[in-house]
C-alpha cells in the first residue's frame, strides 16, 4: 500500500509517542495548554505562527484533523498563504530559530526520555518519507541538523538523524507541499487495527515504523541546539593562526615577478588590480543597505596570490557592511559553520584546528552584506573577491582577517545561484542571513562562467 505524508499522517504518528495527557500547564512558546492532543496541535500551529492565539482546538476538530477527514479550520489555519511562506521563509533564513523551537516542542509533548520511542517515531517518519512517491526524488527536505537541506534520494544513505531537525523537515514539507491532508485517509485506514468494539480507540499495527529494513540512529538533543553546534568549535584556550601570503606559483624573471599583463596579456595593466590595503565602504554598511567599495590599488602581485590559492573550495561570509571597512571582522560562533553548509565539509573543518585554519587560509572568499529585496538586491549593491590572511577563536566569536582583491556586483549571485551553490528559498537566499560557510565550488572559474573575470577589473 502506497502511504502519503500530510497532516494527518504525520500528526498521527506524534501523537502514538505523546506524554500522557496531563492537566499541568505547559511552558512553550508562552501558550496556554495542556500535554494533550489538542494541546500538541496548537503548539504546531504556533511553531508556523507564534502570534497564534486562538484557544486549544475543540477535540472534534483535532480528530478530524487527525484521520484526514479536512485540511484546515479558524482553528487551523494551515492554507493561509501569509503564515506558509513566513513560515518556509523563516526555516530558510533563520533555521536553528525554528529548530529550537520545534526541540522545545518534542520536549514539552513527547517522550524523549524514552529512546527506544526516539527512535521508533524517527524509523516511522523516515519511512512514510520514502514511501510517497508523491515526493519528488529530487525534493529538498530540511531534514539535517546543520539546516543544509538534503534531496529525499539522498535519506536511504543517511543513518543519524536529529529527532527535532527530522520533525521540522516534514512540517516545513507539509505546510508547503501537502495542503490537501485528505490524500492520507488510505494511510490511516491502512495504520490502524481493527476496533475490539464500536468506541475503542485505533490503535497502530506493530509493522507502522519497523519496514525500513536497516539500523538508523535517532537522537535527541540534551541542550539548546544552537548552543551544542557552537561547543563543536570552542577552544581549550584562544587560538590563532595568522599567514601573511600562500605559496605563489614561480612566474617571473631575473627581475622579479612578471606583471599581470605578462601573465594574462589580455588583463589591464597591474595598477588597475586591487592590492587591498585600505576598503571605503559608502554609503550603506548594515546588513540589508546597499554597499559601495573603493579598494585602493597598488603595484602589488595580487594577480599572482590568487593564482596560488587552492581552487577547490571558497570561503563565503555574509556580514555587516561596516565590518568590511576594517582589516578584520568577527563571526558569533553561533553563525560560523551551523547553516548552509553540506554535513561532510562542516564535519571537515570544524573545530577550526590550527591545520584547517591554514587550510581555510589559502583558498579564496566571497564577502558579501545582506540582499536589500530578498533573493535580488540594488545593482550597485556590491561584494568582493578576497582571502582569509588569519583566523582566530574568542569565547564567543570567530576574528577574521582578510585581505580583499576585487568587487563586482553582488547581485551575479543572486542570478547564478545554482552556480555558486547559494541555498535558496521561495522568497529569500543565503545571502539574507548573517553567516559563514564553505562551498565545494571553483570559484574563479563560476565567476568567469557568470561574466566577471577576477584577474582583471571589470568596468
Not at 511552558?27 to 492565539?53: C, D, H, R, W
Not at 552584506?369 to 535580488?376: A, L
Request: hydrophobic share 35%.
Amino acid at each position: 500500500m502506497e502511504e502519503r505524508m500530510c497532516g494527518g499522517t504525520f500528526f498521527t504518528l506524534l501523537a502514538a509517542v505523546k506524554r500522557p495527557n496531563s492537566r499541568r500547564p505547559l511552558s512553550f512558546m508562552g501558550m496556554k495548554g495542556t500535554v494533550s492532543e489538542p494541546g500538541m496541535l496548537k503548539a504546531l500551529v504556533m511553531i508556523l505562527n507564534p502570534e497564534y492565539q486562538q484557544l486549544d482546538p475543540p477535540r472534534a476538530i483535532v480528530s478530524k484533523y487527525k484521520n484526514c477527514e479536512y485540511s484546515a479550520s479558524i482553528y487551523l489555519p494551515f492554507d493561509d498563504s501569509a503564515y506558509t511562506v513566513a513560515f518556509h521563509d523563516k526555516v530558510v533564513g533563520q533555521y536553528h530559530a525554528v529548530l529550537n523551537d520545534v526541540s522545545a516542542f518534542c520536549k514539552a509533548f513527547l517522550q524523549t526520555e524514552n529512546p527506544d520511542k526516539v527512535t521508533w517515531l524517527g524509523s516511522a517518519l523516515l519511512e512514510l518519507l520514502l514511501s510517497d512517491s508523491a515526493i519528488s526524488p529530487d525534493e529538498e527536505l530540511f531534514i539535517s541538523q546543520d539546516g543544509h537541506p538534503v534531496r529525499r534520494q539522498e535519506l536511504t544513505g543517511m543513518e543519524s538523524f536529529s529527532l527535532p531537525a527530522l520533525i521540522l523537515g516534514c512540517w516545513d514539507y507539509i505546510i508547503m507541499r501537502a495542503a490537501d491532508n485528505t490524500v492520507g485517509k488510505a494511510t490511516i485506514a491502512g495504520w490502524l487495527k481493527e476496533k475490539e468494539y464500536a468506541n475503542s480507540l485505533g490503535r497502530l499495527k506493530e509493522s507502522v515504523g519497523s519496514r525500513l529494513c536497516r539500523k538508523i540512529t535517532v537522537t535527541m538533543p540534551e541542550t539548546d541546539i544552537t548552543a551544542s553546534i557552537c561547543k563543536e568549535a570552542e577552544p581549550a584556550g584562544e587560538q590563532s593562526v595568522m599567514q601573511s601570503s600562500p605559496q605563489i606559483p614561480q612566474v617571473g624573471n631575473s627581475e622579479g615577478v612578471l606583471s599581470p599583463s605578462q601573465v594574462f596579456p589580455s588583463c589591464p595593466p597591474a595598477q588597475q588590480f586591487f592590492s587591498g590595503i585600505n576598503v571605503i565602504a559608502s554609503p550603506g554598511g548594515q546588513v540589508g543597505q546597499v554597499s559601495v567599495y573603493q579598494i585602493a590599488r597598488d603595484e602589488g602581485t595580487s594577480v599572482c596570490e590568487m593564482m596560488g590559492l587552492d581552487p577547490t573550495f571558497y570561503n563565503l561570509f555574509v556580514i555587516d557592511g561596516d565590518a568590511l571597512t576594517s582589516r578584520s571582522f568577527t563571526i558569533p560562533k553561533e553563525y560560523a559553520l551551523s547553516g548552509f553548509v553540506r554535513p561532510e565539509i562542516r564535519k571537515r573543518f570544524l573545530p577550526l584546528s590550527p591545520e584547517e585554519q591554514i587550510v581555510l587560509t589559502n583558498m579564496p572568499a566571497i564577502f558579501a552584506t545582506g540582499n536589500q529585496k530578498g533573493r535580488q538586491t540594488e545593482p550597485d549593491h556590491q561584494a568582493l573577491v578576497g582571502r582569509l590572511t588569519g583566523i582566530r577563536l574568542q569565547n564567543h566569536d570567530v576574528r577574521f582577517q582578510w585581505k580583499p582583491y576585487c568587487v563586482f556586483p553582488q547581485q551575479i549571485l543572486n542570478q547564478n545561484e545554482p552556480l555558486f551553490d547559494i541555498w535558496t528559498g521561495p522568497a529569500v537566499n543565503e545571502l539574507s542571513e548573517e553567516h559563514w560557510t564553505i562551498k565545494q565550488i571553483p570559484l574563479f572559474k563560476r565567476l568567469r562562467e557568470a561574466g566577471i573575470d577576477p584577474f582583471r577589473l571589470s568596468r
